[in-house]
């Protein structure tokens, strides 16, 4: 066997492989695959854990330990090459999958399983995997008659047309306007930067003076920084208006809004849902709409006398400007202007604290300390020589866990930063197989003998991405589907990776990880405080603003009729009295270009990033609690939520660690919404 993408064990050989290796070894596999399949669904009358689901689990793995390299390598050391190779079987894959996932021989099998008197001998993350298969089986349509059958089916490929039509319009509607200045005087206030790519993007078209554009480049710094006001106007009114009957005709999201509402609320009702966020819900931690915006009605309520506040200080500092009234095209305006003046500081400086070393140090020594555990440099086969590979090690000395840094910008690689599985950790016949993650980030590399500084946003992310990984590698489930992050919620993911962001804000920490490049002095505290003032600068505003895409997303999809005589420019400015502090104009169309909700996965789950917020910052206050480093929290947090990965519903795990449900009290206090702070 020469082929390195099929060992079949160990960790991926990237001084190996290469792109002609991809195409033989899925198809190797997926011909593998798809013979499992056949022989499972045909030959086993009597299926069990061991004869039908393992099989599969363990397929599912080996394809999973092939692609998964590829994967990471095409985003990481791209070439044209391993693109071609890469797209080629991606799209072999969704076909596997899009099978897999509609054979309805196997749904039967696995509620055989299910109903069989055996089921409930299977351990507790056994039966969670097979009820996750009948689950998604059954939302995936299986369940229904053969004539609604046809009918989901025709939905599911209407409505993934639909919504795709609606970002493509959305593109071509921002890349459709453009706004030429041909007087220097009308630039006043602009960054050089921004002045500079305006006069490219004019030559570019073959004009004279600086054009503007509604990409986010362009567009956000003239609505920050411009003076001219007519400008800013001009801007606003194109950019809220992408997509909606004000532009052209045959690109007006209207009324594909409509349609994709009507067409998902059909879909969830062949289902036997009340509604599309019903069936949204399904795979979430939440469990009802109403349990949804009664949420986002009580962050509202607490939050909002705190957005008015913040409305308050923006519309007392307009008027020392000159402004009478703040327009929407005066806000972001005032408030960098605010921001500058009350909390400005300079990124570069406090960069100059953050040397690589120091924070990659002060990262591990937050995570031995508090979860018991000790992080060592280890050798492995990488695929650039800015990667690196680390072992986690328990407290017995024993490795449990094994990870791969790869933190600098460079050609080849994708913009973000990210956490991947490398390996998965489970129980095989031969022992236990360890968890590997890929942890990948796009921070500056090192410039001459200087090392590497990072912002502090940048470490921020860092420690971000590391609890991703920590959930994935600390985990101590033995089956597959359910191991690390695989089967956690939607709405939960993101738990432990807020969760460890909270240590970046936390002076204790912060004064051990930092040194400044040239004196070696730790950052100074002022600074600190400047930093932490500057975090929560319209913090209410923004709550705000989040709770008001969220309800409007969670009502269009439960509460909304779209045969009914409101449209969904109603529903959005209902919302908005009942909880913004700035209404925009009647003209601003922002639902035609909410892609989050019409083109994205975040259908009825808008919400999910303030519920995840509301969890990570509810766990972190049992460490404000027991102390900062607190192991004993720490080794909390791990057993009953990092630990536990997929295999039991995600309250479960918060409740057994917090022994309570979440509350948002940590969050508001985080954000300096207490009414000590009004
Ligand atoms: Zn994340």
Request: charged fraction near 25%; hydrophobic fraction near 40%; aromatic fraction near 12%.
């Amino acid at each position: 066997m020469s082929n390195p993408l099929l060992i079949g064990k160990g960790l991926p050989q990237f001084d190996q492989i290469k792109p002609e290796h991809v195409s033989p070894a899925i198809d190797t596999l997926l011909t593998e695959g798809r013979a499992l399949i056949e022989q499972l669904a045909t030959k086993q009358a009597s299926p069990s854990w061991e004869n039908f689901a393992l099989p599969l689990e363990n397929h599912s793995e080996k394809l999973g330990r092939s692609w998964g390299p590829v994967g990471h390598m095409n985003a990481v050391v791209n070439t044209p090459e391993l693109r071609e190779a890469y797209n080629e079987n991606l799209s072999k894959l969704s076909a596997y999958y899009s099978d897999l996932s509609q054979d309805e021989r196997l749904y039967q099998k696995f509620k055989q399983i299910q109903n069989s008197d055996d089921f409930t001998s299977l351990t507790a993350t056994q039966q969670k995997i097979i009820n996750n298969e009948v689950r998604d089986f059954k939302l995936g349509g299986a369940e229904l008659p053969e004539d609604k059958k046809a009918r989901y089916k025709a939905i599911s490929q209407e409505l993934s047309k639909l919504c795709s039509q609606f970002s493509d319009n959305v593109l071509d509607a921002t890349n459709d306007f453009s706004h030429l200045v041909t007087e220097e005087a009308v630039l006043s206030g602009l960054p050089e930067d921004a002045i500079q790519a305006a006069k490219a993007a004019a030559k570019e078209s073959d004009q004279v003076g600086w054009l503007f554009t509604l990409h986010f480049p362009s567009y956000l710094p003239v609505m920050q920084y411009a003076d001219n006001q007519a400008l800013r106007e001009t801007m606003y009114r194109a950019y809220s208006t992408r997509a909606s009957e004000f532009g052209k005709p045959e690109l007006d999201n209207t009324p594909l809004i409509a349609e994709i509402l009507k067409l998902r609320g059909e879909e969830a009702q062949l289902l036997d849902f009340a509604n599309y966020a019903e069936a949204s819900l399904a795979t979430k931690m939440a469990d009802t709409p109403k349990q949804v915006t009664d949420f986002l009605a009580t962050l509202a309520q607490r939050a909002k006398p705190f957005a008015e506040q913040d409305m308050a200080d923006l519309k007392a500092y307009a008027k020392t400007l000159g402004f009478d009234t703040l327009n929407a095209w005066d806000i972001s305006y005032v408030s960098e202007k605010l921001r500058q003046e009350k909390y400005a500081f300079s990124d570069q400086e406090v960069k100059q604290y953050f040397p690589e070393d120091k924070v990659k140090s002060g990262l591990f020594k937050v995570v031995e300390t508090i979860f018991g555990v000790q992080i060592d440099l280890a050798e492995a086969p990488i695929w650039h020589d800015n990667a690196s590979f680390y072992q986690i090690s328990n407290a017995q000395g024993q490795a449990v866990a094994y990870f791969y840094f790869d933190l600098y910008a460079r050609k080849g690689k994708r913009g973000g930063a990210w956490m991947d599985e490398c390996i998965t950790r489970r129980k095989t016949p031969q022992g236990v197989e360890l968890p590997v993650a890929y942890l990948t980030c796009n921070f500056s590399a090192p410039i001459g003998d200087k090392p590497a500084l990072f912002t502090h946003d940048e470490v921020e992310t860092l420690f971000h991405e590391f609890g991703h990984g920590l959930h994935h590698m600390l985990t101590q489930v033995d089956e597959y589907s359910v191991s690390g992050i695989k089967g956690v919620e939607w709405d939960a993911v993101e738990l432990p990776s807020q969760f460890m962001e909270n240590f970046c804000w936390e002076w204790e920490v912060l004064k051990n990880m930092t040194s400044h490049v040239d004196t070696g002095e730790p950052l100074p505290r002022a600074l600190f405080d400047k930093m932490l003032a500057a975090k929560n600068y319209q913090a209410g505003m923004q709550t705000v603003r989040q709770i008001e895409f969220s309800l409007f997303d969670i009502r269009l999809h439960s509460e909304f009729d779209p045969n009914g005589s409101k449209t969904t420019q109603d529903v959005i400015e209902q919302v908005r009295k009942e909880v913004a502090v700035s209404i925009p104009p009647t003209w601003n169309r922002f639902a035609n270009s909410f892609g989050h909700i019409f083109s994205g996965g975040y259908a009825a789950g808008y919400y999910s990033y303030k519920w995840a917020e509301v969890l990570s910052a509810d766990a972190y206050s049992l460490f404000e609690e027991m102390g900062v480093l607190s192991q004993e929290a720490g080794t909390r947090f791990k057993t009953e939520v990092l630990e536990q990965g997929g295999s039991r519903p995600a309250m479960e795990s918060f409740v057994a660690f917090r022994g309570r449900e979440p509350s948002m009290d940590a969050l508001l206090r985080h954000h300096g919404m207490t009414d000590s702070a009004m």
